[in-house]
């Protein structure tokens, strides 16, 4: 079946601008995840839905940076007045259920963000 | 808190002598553990998994890795590398939460 996927794969905008990137999860899956991928490091936890809510925003760095999921499966990760340092690699991720020892997810391919 | 050490940032290997990419993890309780690849311009691709069953777990690729609780290590390892193999490699955690937390990864590099 069809795995997670992200869009735009590339994504080149200007200091200041505003940014919306999506995410589609693997179909029945109720969990999704954000994570950021600096240059030259792993990826780091943002923000995690179980169905429509947001259990655990405790990763967003700061209050530009905001997630969605209003009907329990697509995603918007929202970042307001980008910063160069925003430069990164967004990874998606979803899981059949969170919350228990075995918390399999399935990463989507990422958008890149350059904040120019 | 959980975490893991990745020791090794960038390891090299000929072509058919065997990998270890080595990983110590903290955690307070029993971890689940994780390695998963990453391949240039692909997405992150789970190996194995460690859940509390057996010690030794056997994953994709001919990859396995040893869960050492004494040690608190979670080394992954092949007898025999193939110049695909070549990527980058992360040693993840996840507890009773949801986050995975990763290491800083290990690159390694296949020689013919």
């Known amino acids: 079946g069809a795995g997670v996927s992200q869009t735009p794969s590339n994504k080149v905008t200007e200091k200041g601008k505003y940014v919306e990137l999506r995410c589609d999860p693997i179909?029945?899956?109720?969990?999704l995840y954000w994570y950021r991928q600096s240059l030259g490091q792993g990826p780091e936890f943002l923000i995690y839905?179980?169905?429509?809510?947001?259990?655990?925003d405790s990763g967003l760095p700061n209050d530009r940076f905001f997630a969605v999921r209003p009907e329990g499966s697509v995603s918007t990760l929202k970042i307001q007045r980008t910063e160069r340092g925003d430069s990164a690699v967004y990874l998606c991720?979803?899981?059949?259920?969170?919350?228990?020892?075995?918390?399999?997810?399935?990463f989507g391919p990422g958008t890149r963000l350059t904040v120019l | 808190a959980q975490s893991v050490t990745q020791l090794d940032s960038h390891v090299s290997v000929s072509e058919g002598t065997p990998v270890l990419l080595r990983c110590n993890y903290s955690?307070?309780?029993?971890?689940?553990l994780f390695w998963y690849v990453q391949h240039p311009n692909k997405g992150l691709q789970l190996l194995l998994k460690?859940?509390?069953?057996?010690?030794l777990v056997k994953g994709i690729n001919g990859f396995e890795a040893e869960f050492k609780k004494s040690e608190t290590s979670f080394h992954l390892t092949k007898p025999s590398a193939h110049m695909s193999d070549a990527a980058e490699y992360f040693c993840?955690?996840?507890?009773?939460?949801?986050?995975?937390?990763f290491g800083k990864g290990t690159t390694l590099s296949v020689s013919s």
């Open positions: 991720a979803s899981s059949q259920r969170a919350g228990s020892s075995y918390n399999e997810q399935f």
């Open positions: 179909s029945g899956h109720t969990a």
């Open positions: 839905f179980q169905g429509t809510g947001a259990a655990d």
């Open positions: 955690s307070s309780y029993s971890p689940s």
């Open positions: 460690y859940t509390s069953a057996a010690t």
């Open positions: 993840v955690v996840s507890g009773t939460g949801t986050a995975l937390i």
